[in-house]
């Protein structure tokens, strides 16, 4: 199957089975305006320009395999510690990293790393959980993916049947806030990795397909950012995040469509997206 359909069956899920099951108690300033979601017309658009986003945005599997492929090594550093899921405390945080977290299962699997992919399939399911996403990646799942840990493929696969819920979820709920969130936030661990991975290197025979990729990502980047500002009461994170985000944006609209970014730009963006990505986990 192509990769790029495998990974948004499996990525759309997380963006869209998220529980409208909330505590109306002790909700902050932040998590109100998250809710704060009654206008269906309002809620058609955000649907239609996530699909859009959904489309325009590289697969993790796509990124993480071709980091893979150029023959970069495995380096664990890169990855979000899972010791930080105990100190986001906003839905804002929960939501960002739980696309981060996503994203570094797809760059462990890649790198084969059975002991990495439990790890981090399990935080999945925790920081799925926090924000209400239950009853998917169950103890079932879990065994199988133990049982098929060495094949990539093999657990791409056990991903797949979660599509089965994503119509019935789009239908039921108004959670266009948490999807672009989780959005956003596999987003930007994909590039923060794969800057890491080139680690200033100057454009070679190795690395192309890397500045590449990341060369392609002006529209997918404009998109999250038009996401993020139908955010209702922007809270000042969201606000900080756009703003970052637009800076991306203008530093990868300096080379044309269809050319492949130059080493000086390609160092701003590595600091930009490193920033980014702090501010975030």
Not at 236 to 264: F, G, P, W, Y
Request: net charge negative; charged share 25%.
């Amino acid at each position: 199957m192509n990769s790029k359909l495998f990974y948004l069956l499996f990525y759309t899920f997380f963006l869209f089975s998220c529980s409208d099951q909330q505590d109306s108690s002790h909700i902050s300033e932040d998590e109100q305006a998250h809710l704060d979601f009654k206008d269906n017309n309002k809620e058609k658009r955000k649907d239609a320009n996530l699909a859009m986003v959904i489309n325009d945005i590289p697969s993790t599997m796509e990124i993480t395999t071709i980091l893979f492929e150029s023959n970069s090594k495995f380096n664990k550093r890169l990855l979000n510690d899972l010791s930080n899921i105990n100190n986001y405390n906003t839905i804002i945080d929960k939501s960002i990293n739980l696309g981060i977290i996503a994203t570094d299962l797809n760059y462990v699997i890649a790198y084969h790393e059975p002991n990495e992919v439990l790890k981090y399939l399990k935080a999945l399911k925790d920081m799925a959980e926090i924000i209400n996403i239950t009853g998917i990646i169950d103890q079932e799942l879990i065994q199988k993916v133990m049982r098929n840990v060495e094949n990539k493929d093999s657990l791409f696969l056990l991903m797949f049947p979660v599509h089965l819920a994503i119509d019935k979820y789009l239908h039921d709920n108004e959670q266009a806030n948490t999807a672009a969130l989780i959005l956003a936030g596999g987003w930007i661990e994909g590039i923060y990795l794969s800057t890491q991975v080139l680690d200033n290197e100057l454009k070679n025979k190795t690395n192309f397909l890397i500045y590449e990729k990341i060369s392609e990502q002006k529209n997918a980047v404009q998109n999250i950012i038009k996401l993020l500002s139908q955010y209702e009461n922007n809270p000042d994170k969201i606000i900080s995040l756009i703003h970052e985000l637009k800076e991306i944006s203008a530093i990868l609209h300096r080379t044309n469509q269809d050319a492949v970014i130059n080493h000086e730009n390609m160092i701003l963006i590595t600091e930009k997206i490193k920033k980014i990505r702090t501010n975030c986990i």
